[in-house]
Each structure stands twice: as structure tokens, then as C-alpha cells.
């Protein structure tokens, strides 16, 4: 399967999702004029990929600088989609923060209290970024 890559806009995130390396990525700002067509080639993708795969390392990491309240509920809906392979996968999420941007970890700590999922939060500088 081939790999997922979506270049970053002014409004619209990076996406790099690879099968083959098991790590899917997503940074930058998300403010999608439209966010559930957006989103959805890459919920498409995800299904796909981890219905095709067993027993693998999923590492996602999410390093989003901003998003609004319309990409937040998609990025809801693909924790969802991922934990429904927790079961076949050893699925993971690395929440990147920048430091002192509390809004973003707390909004990354929400998401963990209500999945099944492994989150692991990491403080960045955006000095050394």
C-alpha cells in the first residue's frame, strides 16, 4: 500500500501516514475550510492500512502548532478509528507540545482520558524546533 502524504497549506496540516514504517504523522495547523472532506481520504487511508496489517508498531504523532473546533472533532474521530485496531496493533500516540503552550497539552490530555490508546506527551522548545 502506498504511502499517505498530504502537503501542508497556510490552513491545512502536513500528513505523512507510511504502512511500510508505521509511523503516521500530522503537524502544522489545522483550520480546513471544509474539515470533515479533509479528514476523510485520511480516515479512508488509516481503515485500509490497518485492516491489511496485523501485529504491527503504529506510532502517530500529532504536532499540531493549532487547530479549530471542526478539525478537533475529526482528530476525535481518527483516535476512534485507530482504537478499533488496538486489538490486532500496538498502536501508540506521541502528543508534541510546544513548551507553554498549555492549551495543546491540555486538548491532547482530554483526548487520552477518554481512549484506550497509549498517549505519551513531549514538551518541545520552538527554539530548538
Given at each position: ?19 511500510k ?23 479512508a487511508?488509516?481503515?485500509?492500512a ?22 478537533s ?11 478499533n ?27 487520552a482520558k477518554?481512549l ?14
Amino acid at each position: 500500500m502506498e504511502s499517505l502524504i498530504i502537503k501542508r497549506t497556510e490552513d491545512t496540516p502536513e500528513v505523512e501516514f507510511s504502512i511500510k514504517t508505521g509511523v503516521f504523522k500530522i503537524s502544522g495547523r489545522s483550520l480546513p475550510e471544509n474539515a470533515i472532506e479533509f479528514y476523510k481520504p485520511i480516515f479512508a487511508w488509516v481503515d485500509e492500512a490497518l485492516k491489511s496489517s496485523a501485529n504491527r508498531d503504529i506510532n502517530v504523532e500529532i504536532r499540531l502548532e493549532y487547530f479549530n473546533t471542526a478539525s478537533s472533532k475529526q482528530i476525535a474521530k481518527l483516535f476512534l478509528l485507530l482504537e478499533n485496531f488496538i486489538e490486532t496493533n500496538n498502536i501508540s500516540i506521541k502528543w508534541y507540545y510546544e513548551r507553554e503552550d498549555n492549551d495543546m497539552l491540555i486538548s491532547g490530555s482530554q483526548y487520552a482520558k477518554f481512549l484506550n490508546l497509549s498517549f505519551t506527551f513531549i514538551e518541545f522548545d520552538s527554539d530548538s524546533e
